[in-house]
Nanobody, 119 residues
Framework: QLQLVESGGGLVQPGGSLRLACAASGFTLDYYAVAWYRQAPGKEREGVSCITDSDGSTYYADSVKGRFTISRDNAKNTVYLQMTDLRPEDTAVYYC????????????WGQGTQVTVSS
């Protein structure tokens, strides 16, 4: 079974923090770029962040830059998204994806984890 499984979502108050994890099963992430996307009801899917497989370069959407940090731990076959200073507009289902390159074709999608930011 080839899967990406997201975890760490939940309900937080504005200004709070969450760390999402994306764990691969059945394959290794070492040679994939891994991206985080999010989608809110009635809105198109939005790219949030990406980390390369080569030198670990990172990319962020302007809407999250300075608040979110993407990282990877190849020994654990896991990619993380540390989210701080969360805002209501961050509410969405967050998905991770394994890509050939950042901005390229997606090879695997996770099922998503819900993040809700509300007081």
């Amino acid at each position: 079974q080839l899967q990406l499984v997201e975890s760490g979502g939940g309900l937080v108050q504005p200004g709070g923090s969450l760390r999402l994890a994306c764990a691969a099963s059945g394959f290794t992430l070492d040679y994939y770029a891994v991206a985080w996307y999010r989608q809110a009801p009635g809105k198109e899917r939005e790219g949030v962040s990406c980390i390369t497989d080569s030198d670990g370069s990172t990319y962020y959407a302007d809407s999250v830059k300075g608040r979110f940090t993407i990282s990877r731990d190849n020994a654990k076959n896991t990619v993380y998204l540390q989210m701080t200073d969360l805002r209501p507009e961050d509410t969405a289902v967050y998905y991770c994806a394994a890509d050939g390159r950042c901005g390229g074709l997606v090879h695997y999608w996770g099922q998503g984890t819900q993040v809700t930011v509300s007081s």
